[in-house]
T-cell receptor, first 114, second 113 residues
């Protein structure tokens, strides 16, 4: 299994509070991704990173920001959490952007915004 | 833009039987890849099988195989000799060119003993 951890694994927070989720990898892969998973939607890309300090938006980026100061860590921040951001969040990694490079996923973080 | 459609929200199969999960996709890319991911109750996303679009031969991984029909843009997953541990959500996904990985909405597979 790819060395990917996510923290926290579960979090309950209140509307309007800031939340940061962390993804940590030990594979030294260049690309990292944040997805959210909601019933009836599958997984949707929020943001991705193609290197330290290099990030870009995905399909559902509104309300989220990311940072990557080290190769191994990719942070997802909800500046002011809303109930619509209640979801399961997955981090993924890949060696490059090439389709030949499979993405490997972390265990997920369940976030509940009350 | 790529799209991936899984038309079966739920499927069930008897243990030891064979089941086929359907997936159709649409892409303008000539070079693309297709995947099936499994998500058991633990929520971990696990890669099951991968198919390169330029390969005519269908991919196979032990009890898992695909039926890739490029002209019809169809990519179904066949699970043979189903086991209780195969119970999970299964997601079809596609990636190609500069596009990022796109997932279908998933099919929940139940395996009955």
């Amino acid at each position: 299994d790819a060395g990917i951890t996510q923290s926290p694994r579960h979090k309950v927070t209140e509307t309007g509070t800031p939340v940061t989720l962390r993804c940590h990898q030990t594979e030294n892969h260049r690309y990292m991704y944040w997805y959210r998973q909601d019933p009836g939607h599958g997984l949707r890309l929020i943001h991705y990173s193609y290197g330290v300090k290099d990030t870009d938006k995905g399909e559902v980026s509104d309300g989220y920001s990311v940072s990557r100061s080290k190769t191994e860590d990719f942070l997802l921040t909800l500046e002011s959490a809303t109930s619509s951001q209640t979801s399961v969040y997955f981090c993924a990694i890949s060696e490059s952007y090439r389709p030949t490079d499979t993405q490997y996923f972390g265990p997920g973080t369940r976030l509940t915004v009350l | 833009a790529q799209t991936v459609t899984q038309s079966q929200p739920e499927m069930s199969v008897q243990e030891a039987e064979t089941v086929t999960l359907s997936c159709t996709y649409d892409t303008s890319e000539s070079d693309y890849y297709l995947f099936w991911y499994k998500q058991p109750p633990s929520r971990q996303m696990i890669l099951v099988i991968r198919q390169e679009a330029y390969k005519q031969q269908n991919a196979t991984e032990n009890r898992f195989s695909v039926n890739f029909q490029k002209a019809a843009k169809s990519f179904s997953l066949k699970i043979s000799d189903s086991q209780l541990g195969d119970a999970a959500m299964y997601f079809c996904a596609s990636v190609g060119g500069s596009e990022k990985l796109v997932f279908g909405k998933g099919t929940k597979l139940t395996v009955n003993p």
